[in-house]
C-alpha cells in the first residue's frame, strides 16, 4: 500500500509509519522535545490502530492549540507530592499525558514490583489519550491495573435524568496481564455513550454516532453530533464546551452512577479536583486518574496459575452461541486486536477533513510542502 491513498468514496488511508513520523515532526517543531513529539505520535497513532479514531491523530490540532495556550505544558517531570510504599499521590502540572501518565504508571509498576500492591493516584495530568495504553504499560510488567479517569473543566455528559451538562466522559479501563507472549486483556470504555472524539469523528464525516448518544437542549435523544458542537464557523476546530446539547452517560442509570464513581475517585480522591462545581462551573482542563496496581503473586499465585484461570474462563465465556449467525463472543480487547491486525495492513482510514486539518497543523508548525511530502514519503 502507498504511506497516502484516496478511496473512490474520499475516505483517506494513511500508513501508521508515514503518519507517526509527520505527527511527531509537527510537535517537535511545535515545542515539545524529540522523546516527548514521538510519544505523542505514537499514543496517538496507536489508538487510530486499535479503531479507537476518536482518541487518535484527530487530536493533533486540539494539541497543538492546547501548547501554543498553555493549557498542556511540553516536557514536564511529575512532582510526587506525598510518597509512601503503597501509594504516590502525584502532580502531573499540566504536561502532557502521553510524557506524565507514563511517568505516573511507571511509579505504580515499580511499587507494586517491591510490594506487591500500589496506587497512583495523578492528577492535574494533560490528557492521557486511551487509557488502555497505561494498562498495557502494566501488564507489560505482569500487573493487574484499574484506572479510573475523569476529566475536569470538561462539562459534555448529561447524569441520568438530567439536561444539563455536569459529568466528563470519564473512562474505565483495566487490565489482566497474559504470559508466554498472549496479548494483555483490556477493557477500555468511557462512561458516556461514546467518548467525546467519536462525536468529533461522526461530526467530520466519519462512522456515525449511536441514535441514543446525544441529548438536546430540549431534552430529546439523538444520534446528531452537532448539538454538542453548536454552529461551528468556517477555519474554526469543532469546540464540545460551545453547543447546548450534551452527551448522555452509557447505560442509564447504572453508567450514570459509574462516571460518579469516576468523579469521586479520580477527581475528588487524587485531588485533581472533579469536572465542575456550583460556584465554580468553569474549571481549568486536565484528567486526573486514580490507579490500583495488583501483582498475582501477592495474592498467592504462582507460576501458571492466574492466568490459565483466566484463559479457561475466556474459552467458556466465548463458547456461548453467537445471537447473530456467524457472530462470535469477544472478550474485552478483542475488538481493538482485530482492528489492529487489519489496519497495519491497509492504514488508517482518516474522513477527508480531519486529514486536512493534520496536515494544516504541520503546515502551520513551519513544515514546508516539500517536507510534508518528504516526510510522509508521498503527497498528502
Ligand atoms: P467503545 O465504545 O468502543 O468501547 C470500548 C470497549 O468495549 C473496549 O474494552 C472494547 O474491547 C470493548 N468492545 C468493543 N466492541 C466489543 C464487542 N463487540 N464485544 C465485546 N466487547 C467489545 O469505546 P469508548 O467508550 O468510546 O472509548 C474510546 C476510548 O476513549 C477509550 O480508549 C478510552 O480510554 C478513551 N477515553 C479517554 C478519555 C480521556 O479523557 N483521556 C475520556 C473518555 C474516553
Redesign the pocket.
Same mark, same amino acid.
Given at each position: 500500500m502507498p504511506p497516502v491513498h484516496h478511496d473512490d468514496n474520499g475516505s483517506v488511508y494513511v500508513q501508521v509509519e508515514p503518519l507517526k513520523a509527520l505527527v511527531a515532526e509537527t510537535f517537535s517543531r511545535s515545542g515539545c522535545s524529540a522523546a516527548e513529539a514521538s510519544r505523542i505520535a505514537t499514543r496517538l497513532s496507536g489508538?487510530n490502530l486499535r %479503531? $479507537?479514531d476518536? $482518541?487518535g491523530v484527530i487530536r493533533v490540532p486540539r494539541y497543538a492549540n492546547w501548547l501554543n495556550d498553555g493549557v498542556q505544558v511540553a516536557d514536564v517531570t511529575v512532582d510526587i507530592k506525598l510518597d509512601n510504599e503503597m501509594l504516590a499521590v502525584i502532580d502531573g502540572k499540566f504536561g502532557f #499525558?502521553q510524557t506524565v501518565g507514563e511517568q505516573a504508571i511507571d511509579i505504580g509498576i515499580g511499587k507494586a514490583a517491591e510490594h506487591g500492591i500500589a496506587i497512583t493516584a495523578l492528577q492535574n495530568a494533560g $490528557? +492521557? #489519550?486511551? =487509557? %488502555?495504553d497505561w494498562a498495557e504499560r502494566a501488564a507489560a510488567q505482569g500487573l493487574v491495573s484499574i484506572h479510573m479517569?475523569n476529566?475536569r473543566g470538561?462539562l459534555i455528559v448529561a447524569p441520568f435524568g438530567g439536561i444539563d451538562r455536569r459529568m466528563?466522559?470519564? *473512562?474505565f479501563?483495566a487490565g489482566i496481564p497474559m504470559n508466554n507472549g498472549e496479548d494483555p486483556i =483490556? +477493557?477500555?470504555?468511557?462512561t458516556?455513550v461514546?467518548?467525546? %472524539?467519536?462525536a468529533l469523528v461522526a461530526l467530520k464525516g466519519g462512522k456515525a454516532l449511536p441514535e441514543d448518544a446525544i441529548i438536546t437542549e430540549t431534552g430529546e435523544i439523538t444520534g446528531d453530533p452537532q448539538p454538542l458542537y453548536g454552529e461551528v464557523r468556517q477555519g474554526e476546530f469543532p469546540d464540545p464546551s460551545k453547543g447546548p446539547g450534551a452527551l448522555r452517560a452509557?447505560g442509564n442509570h447504572k453508567g450514570s452512577g459509574l462516571n460518579f464513581l469516576m468523579e469521586m475517585m479520580a477527581g475528588a480522591l487524587t485531588g485533581s479536583g472533579c469536572a465542575g462545581a456550583l460556584n465554580e462551573p468553569k474549571r481549568r482542563f486536565c484528567?486526573g486518574m486514580f490507579s490500583i496496581y495488583l501483582s498475582p503473586e501477592a495474592f498467592g499465585h504462582s507460576d501458571d496459575s492466574f492466568v490459565s484461570e483466566v484463559r479457561s474462563y475466556v474459552a467458556f465465556l466465548k463458547s456461548s452461541r453467537p445471537t447473530e449467525a456467524g457472530g462470535e463472543? +469477544? =472478550? *474485552? #480487547?478483542?475488538?481493538?486486536k482485530q482492528t489492529m491486525a487489519e489496519r497495519l495492513v491497509t492504514g488508517l482510514p482518516l474522513a477527508p477533513e480531519a486529514w486536512s486539518d493534520i496536515v494544516d497543523t504541520a503546515r502551520n508548525a513551519n513544515m514546508s510542502q516539500a517536507e510534508i511530502e518528504a516526510t510522509l514519503g508521498s503527497k498528502p
Open positions: 489508538a %479503531g $479507537h476518536s $482518541h #499525558g $490528557h +492521557l #489519550g486511551r =487509557i %488502555g479517569v476529566v470538561s466528563s466522559t470519564s *473512562p479501563c =483490556i +477493557l477500555d470504555m468511557a458516556s461514546v467518548a467525546e %472524539g467519536k452509557f484528567n463472543v +469477544l =472478550i *474485552p #480487547g478483542e475488538k481493538e
